[in-house]
């Protein structure tokens, strides 16, 4: 007896033995090793419970092989109950159910006379004929293991679907009765295949009751018979997406089923990785795009469990889409409520963040080589898009091009014969994905999420800008740069790619001329020099910037040096700085009658009635376009319909609300009037407006406006077209003179390309918001001064006790603007060097490098007296 009792024990033993050194390498497809190794080093703290489950079946097995499922005629042939079965023992039995696990082999329903044994864990098997899913059918699943307490067969049916491409696609499809031509050419399908009896019975099904899964899916994408999906609006994609949002909300709950996603999406990503890559399969299947939907679904995609192995994998996989696929899956998400693209949006973020802050990226191991991190990027600029899309666009609004080009530079032949024809020639580039889907970012009023929230800090910090734009310029397919997606880079990381832009572009044009010079035999000047009085500015530029724009344009690319006649100062960029200053305050003069300046706003508008000619107009626009190329900050103040123009946006009624407020209130509560227009208000089709001079003026909107009576049915037309003569019609001839000459300086840079209207203001006029604490904490110090100086504790003190008056012309005197620089005062970079001992001597400034020479002064209050003296007469290079 105690023979027999150590033999099974020795036998229980070794089978239990061999599970456990067997079973972590032979986790089935949808529970890879790799995937499942990945679990329990993210999650050590929760035990696997696929392993109980895969234990449970390969018990079965064991069973089945030694013990049978009672049924005298089964005809299973790993049943020992089976006529032509062949006893095992128990060690046997034990090696071949692992065989038949991994395999997932037939298990037997158990027989009428074996219920209750250890075979009959659940009503059914493991559901192995179930290959996708519908909303039904896992409620179903999870009621029958909910009763038994045993989830395992669910989560096999998770893992086989959901790591099958195919499986995927075909789930959760939106129900739809199919037509008898679709039953009679999914049947001939059929037949092709050898499944008549199989898929002929689903058909029938799903002809008799709508909720049918498999049949209506696929006939969603056969009887569209058009694969441009490009054409296809967002709601032709055929997953039921609350379908699939409520079947997440009732298993993400369960932390072992939760498991199953995670380890299906590990196996599904490279298969789909493959067939999008090498087999094409979109191009036949539209519904492919379904896998990409029900995954995205997930709400727990963001978590750790996910951001180490499956989520990188399925962002690769999904930024192989192709282009048509990109813009329906923009389309689709464009209708989704702002909640759900935040949760899109912090999903392929939280991977952007986890991988940068992970790794040590420099200049050696550059970010762009992360494959993560890009597919991420890529996948995220969907969600940029489908934000677009789905918040207020304007898309019908759009400025006329000039109607004469740019004139072309002479240069252009000998660039050509020198084989350095220009770059971007046709202008800067468009992104592919934007032409696809007829938007632009400009076109955005308001998105569903704000711009600011697709910005990545940690990216920023870690990304080499001038490597980076080295792969935006040269456009291969195996570096990305993500000036390709400006949308998450910050306004300081995208104004240094533009920064190398200009400055490549002054050196190109600098050794064209060279070039030139030596073919042409004469010395050219490699610099746009300008030589200008005081007292003339306006004019002396004028003059020689228009013979610039009408002889060689491409003059306008080179490095601005500014000289002032009668005075001694070598421009390092601090003439520069205070020529563009000099010119803005001279050309926005209200004396001058160029622009008309609004007291309530503080802001300056074209004048409709300005005798000056387009030259004028030109130039104020070449003027902000050498701002930007040449990196000087104007103190201009435009309202921003201005931008939003020169990006090539018409103005509309919205946006008289920051240009023209009390036209703007006044024209909302006439579209608001609940009582009759025509007889309350008494207005008709002409306006009328003043000059700078109180004159009166009289325009018709409509041909014989003054006879034509603003009504409650009119008063829609009446608005928008009072809008479009304000803003577009009145100043057409000034602004477009003012546009053109901001592009012959601009018309060739990824200005566009990068920033937003309100991006550009920031450019050309700087930060309104000077935090001089900011400016302390990154200033450094020269000549034998330290942050520990006596002198300095007592001049940041003196500086912070200024008021914002004084604090404005410290920082004109320093830097030669009053503006802060894009990113604030802490990107300044400025520099107080000593000066020598305390003496009577004012401190001085090199504007061009932002540096103070600062003597040192032997009181607090000697230092206050001579620094303000020093920025209250700051102008000009004279000479004792």
Not at 31 to 55: D, H, I
């Given at each position: ?375 991420a990027t890529k996948c995220l600029k969907i969600v940029y898009y489908a934000n677009v899309m789905g918040g207020e666009v304007d898309t019908e609004h759009n400025e006329e091009e000039d109607e004469e080009p740019i004139p072309e530079s002479s240069e252009l032949t000998l660039q050509e014969l020198l084989g350095e024809e220009r770059r971007n ?456």
């Amino acid at each position: 007896m105690s023979t027999v009792i150590l033999s099974k024990c020795h036998h229980l033993c070794t089978f239990i033995l061999i599970i456990f050194l067997w079973l972590p390498h032979t986790i089935p497809p949808a529970w890879s090793a790799t995937a499942a190794g990945t679990q329990w080093m993210l999650s050590p703290q929760v035990p696997n419970e696929n392993e109980s489950a895969a234990k449970h079946l390969i018990e079965r097995y064991y069973h089945q092989l030694t013990e049978g499922c009672g049924n005298d005629s089964c005809s299973n042939a790993w049943c020992s109950s089976s006529r032509g079965s062949h006893r095992l023992d128990n060690n046997a039995a034990a090696v071949k159910a692992l065989e038949l696990y991994k395999i997932n082999a037939k298990l037997c329903d158990p027989h009428p006379s074996k219920k209750g044994t250890t075979m009959n864990h659940c009503v059914r098997d493991d559901f192995k004929d179930v290959n996708y899913l519908t909303e039904e059918k896992v409620y179903e699943i999870l009621h029958i293991c909910g009763e038994k307490e045993d989830y395992s067969p669910l989560i096999r049916v998770i893992g086989r679907v959901f790591s099958s491409a195919e499986g995927l696609v075909q789930s959760f499809r939106r129900s739809k009765p199919p037509t008898k031509e679709e039953l009679k050419s999914l049947q001939s399908k059929d037949e092709d295949k050898d499944e008549d009896e199989e898929e002929a019975a689903a058909c029938s099904a799903a002809a008799m009751e709508e909720d049918s899964p498999g049949s209506s899916s696929r006939l969603d994408g056969a009887a569209s018979g058009d694969n441009d999906v490009g054409k296809l609006g967002p709601d032709e994609v055929s997953v039921d997406i609350d379908a699939v949002r409520r079947v997440y909300q009732r298993l993400l709950s369960n932390g072992n089923i939760e498991t199953a996603f995670l380890n299906a999406l590990v196996y599904l990503s490279p298969n789909v990785e493959c067939d999008l890559t090498y087999h094409n399969v979109y191009s036949r299947d539209p519904n492919y795009l379904n896998l990409f939907v029900v995954v995205m679904e997930n709400s727990n995609l963001h978590s750790p469990d996910y951001l180490e192995i499956a989520l990188p994998q399925f962002c690769r996989a999904m930024s192989k889409l192709p282009l048509p696929a990109l813009a329906k899956l923009a389309r689709l998400w464009s209708h989704y409520s702002a909640e759900q693209i935040h949760r899109i949006m912090e999903t392929f973020q939280q991977l952007i963040t986890y991988k940068v802050v992970s790794n040590e990226f420099n200049s050696r191991n550059l970010v762009n080589d992360d494959d993560a991190v890009v597919a991420a990027t890529k996948c995220l600029k969907i969600v940029y898009y489908a934000n677009v899309m789905g918040g207020e666009v304007d898309t019908e609004h759009n400025e006329e091009e000039d109607e004469e080009p740019i004139p072309e530079s002479s240069e252009l032949t000998l660039q050509e014969l020198l084989g350095e024809e220009r770059r971007n020639k046709k202008g800067p580039r468009v992104d592919p994905l934007e032409t696809e889907l007829t938007i632009r970012t400009s076109d955005s009023r308001r998105p569903l999420i704000p711009f600011e929230e697709f910005v990545n800090e940690p990216l920023n910090e870690v990304l080499e800008m001038d490597k980076d734009y080295t792969f935006f310029k040269v456009e291969t397919e195996n570096k990305f740069s993500f000036m390709t997606c400006p949308f998450i880079l910050n306004a300081v990381t995208k104004n240094l790619g533009l920064y190398y832009d200009n400055r490549i572009r002054m050196y190109s044009e600098r050794r064209i001329t060279v070039l030139y010079s030596l073919v042409q035999g004469q010395q050219l000047n490699p610099y746009l020099r300008l030589k200008v009085r005081r007292d003339h500015i306006i004019d002396d530029a004028l003059v020689r910037l228009e013979m610039i724009a009408m002889e060689n344009p491409a003059d306008l690319k080179k490095q601005l040096y500014v000289e002032f006649e009668g005075e001694q100062g070598v421009d390092e960029g601090g003439v520069s700085k205070e020529f563009f200053q000099l010119v803005v305050e001279e050309i926005f003069n209200p004396d001058i009658g160029m622009f008309a300046y609004d007291e309530r706003t503080k802001m300056f508008w074209f004048n409709p009635s300005s005798f000056e000619n387009e030259g004028q107009f030109t130039l104020i626009g070449i003027v902000l376009g050498l701002a930007i190329y040449n990196n000087c900050i104007l103190d201009v103040h435009f309202p921003m319909v201005v931008y939003r123009k020169l990006m090539g946006k018409k103005g509309t009624f919205r946006d008289l609300a920051d240009s023209n407020p009390v036209l703007y209130q006044s024209l909302k509560e006439l579209s608001e009037y609940e009582g009759s227009v025509e007889e309350d208000m008494m207005i008709t089709f002409q306006i009328s407006q003043t000059d700078l001079f109180g004159n009166p003026l009289m325009y018709d909107l409509r041909e014989n406006g003054d006879q034509i009576p603003v009504t409650n049915e009119n008063r829609k037309e009446f608005v928008a077209q009072y809008a479009e003569y304000m803003l577009n019609k009145s100043v057409e001839k000034q602004f477009k003179a003012f546009r053109r000459g901001f592009h012959m300086v601009t018309n060739e840079s990824p200005l566009k390309y990068l920033f937003r209207p309100e991006e550009i203001e920031l450019l050309i006029c700087g930060s309104r918001n000077l935090d001089f604490q900011a400016l302390e904490e990154t200033t450094e110090y020269d000549g034998g001064y330290s942050r520990d100086s006596r002198i300095i504790k007592e001049f940041w003190e003196t500086l912070h006790s200024f008021a914002e008056e004084q604090k404005r012309l410290f920082l004109q005197f320093t830097t030669g603007t009053d503006r802060a620089p894009v990113g604030g005062l802490g990107k300044l970079k400025m520099i107080i060097a000593k000066n020598g001992p305390d003496t009577d001597r004012l401190p001085t400034s090199h504007t061009c490098f932002n540096v103070l020479l600062l003597p040192e002064y032997d009181t607090k209050e000697k230092l206050r007296e001579r620094l303000l003296k020093a920025i209250l007469y700051a102008k000009g290079f004279g000479m004792l």
